[in-house]
């Protein structure tokens, strides 16, 4: 994950879908702040890299004093979309 204010941050996907993901990171992501995603999924053909970007929509503290960030995707290429939209993307993380 790409922060406008602290630059890259290591964070781990939870779920996923064409509309938004769970993220676990280290660092408090507060609602409205815009960030770019890079991850790959497990496709039919191999795996793939999706970038998209996202604004942060919720996040709580976790009992491992981690947090758990809500992203809402809000652009991907149309060919990262098209593979999100039609396989089982929480799947895809795998």
């Known amino acids: 994950m790409l922060l406008p ?6 964070a781990t996907a939870i779920d996923l879908s064409s509309q938004g993901m769970g ?3 280290g660092i408090a992501v507060p609602a409205g702040v ?3 995603v890079a991850f790959e999924v497990t496709t ?20 491992d004093h981690r947090f758990h960030v809500g992203i809402r995707l809000v652009d ?3 060919d990262s979309r098209l593979l999100l939209e039609e396989g089982n993307a929480d799947a895809m993380l795998q």
Do not use: Q, Y
């Not at 204010?5 to 290591?10: A, E, L, M």
């Open 23 to 25: 993220l676990v990171t």
């Open 44 to 63: 039919r053909h191999g795996r793939r890299r999706i970038n998209a970007w996202g604004t942060a929509v919720h996040c709580a503290v976790r009992s």
């Open 5 to 10: 204010s602290t630059g890259p941050c290591k």
């Open 76 to 78: 991907m290429d149309p």
């Open 34 to 36: 815009r960030c770019a």
